[in-house]
């Protein structure tokens, strides 16, 4: 198999309700992006950064972001300098596979290592200078820091 060599492009947005969406490009069909709607009371930022620091010894980490309904599973296998990024929505009931939102056929790409994390740390940064006020609430402010980027190699 031959997979499509991509960078990460994602898109973050504000928190509504409890809830923020995610975009993320597929380098596979570009017409259909990843959409991810998630807890921003537990985001999964803090388990890419894990990603990352496992990824450097261990061959493979997996993170599933639970959606009220859907399930979506975000993995990465180290394949030395590079990092094969494989995305697939685990359970999604029939009646929403219709729905482009809900539903994204499975893929994966293979990016650079280092380009993933400074592409990574580059959106975080963008988007928690964006949605400032909503993290740094004093409910969030214990977790969400900008310096925190920092812990991200």
Not at 47 to 75: H, N, S, W
Request: glycine letters at 2%; aromatic letters at 18%; hydrophobic letters at 35%.
């Amino acid at each position: 198999m031959n997979l499509k060599r991509a960078k990460l492009k994602m898109t973050l947005s504000s928190p509504i309700y409890g809830w923020s969406n995610v975009c993320i490009q597929n380098p596979t069909n570009k017409k259909r992006n990843v959409k991810i709607a998630h807890s921003y009371v537990f985001p999964f930022f803090w388990d890419f950064a894990e990603a990352f620091k496992v990824i450097k010894f261990k061959k493979r980490y997996e993170i599933y972001i639970e959606e009220e309904g859907p399930v979506t599973l975000i993995r990465f296998d180290n394949l030395g300098k590079d990092v094969k990024v494989s995305i697939n929505k685990l359970y999604c009931k029939d009646y929403l596979k219709k729905n482009y939102f809900y539903y994204f056929k499975p893929f994966s790409f293979i990016c650079n290592k280092e380009e993933l994390k400074r592409d990574y740390k580059k959106i975080l940064l963008k988007h928690l200078k964006k949605c400032r006020n909503e993290y740094y609430h004093e409910y969030f402010d214990w977790q969400y820091k900008v310096s925190d980027l920092r812990e991200i190699r």
